[in-house]
C-alpha cells in the first residue's frame, strides 16, 4: 500500500481552500499546517479512537459519548446559525 501524499499548506490557503482539503483527507492526503513559514500542526484523517468516540466498532452505529454528543451539538448550533444569517 502506498504512503499517504504529505502537503505543506499555509492558515490562509487552508481557510481559502477548505473544501479541497477536506476532500484531500478523505482520499488519504495528510498536511503540514504552516504559520509564518514554521510548522505548527499535521492534519490527517481521524484516529481508531477518535472514531470510536462516534461510532459503535462491530456495528457502525453512531455511538452515545458524552464528549462526541457535545461537539454534535456545537456542530448542530452553528449550523442552525449559519443558516439564519442567510
Known amino acids: 500500500m502506498p504512503q499517504p501524499k504529505t502537503i505543506a499548506i499555509t492558515t490562509e490557503n487552508l481557510r481559502d481552500n477548505l473544501p479541497t482539503v477536506r476532500s484531500g483527507l478523505t ?46 451539538k456545537k456542530v448542530a448550533a452553528r449550523k442552525k446559525e449559519r443558516l439564519h444569517r442567510k
Open 27 to 72: 482520499k488519504g492526503t495528510r498536511y503540514v499546517l504552516l504559520y509564518r513559514e514554521r510548522p505548527i500542526a499535521e492534519i490527517g484523517g481521524i484516529t481508531k479512537e477518535v472514531d470510536m468516540m462516534f461510532f459503535d466498532d462491530k456495528y457502525k452505529i453512531p455511538k452515545i459519548n458524552p464528549n462526541a454528543e457535545k461537539i454534535k
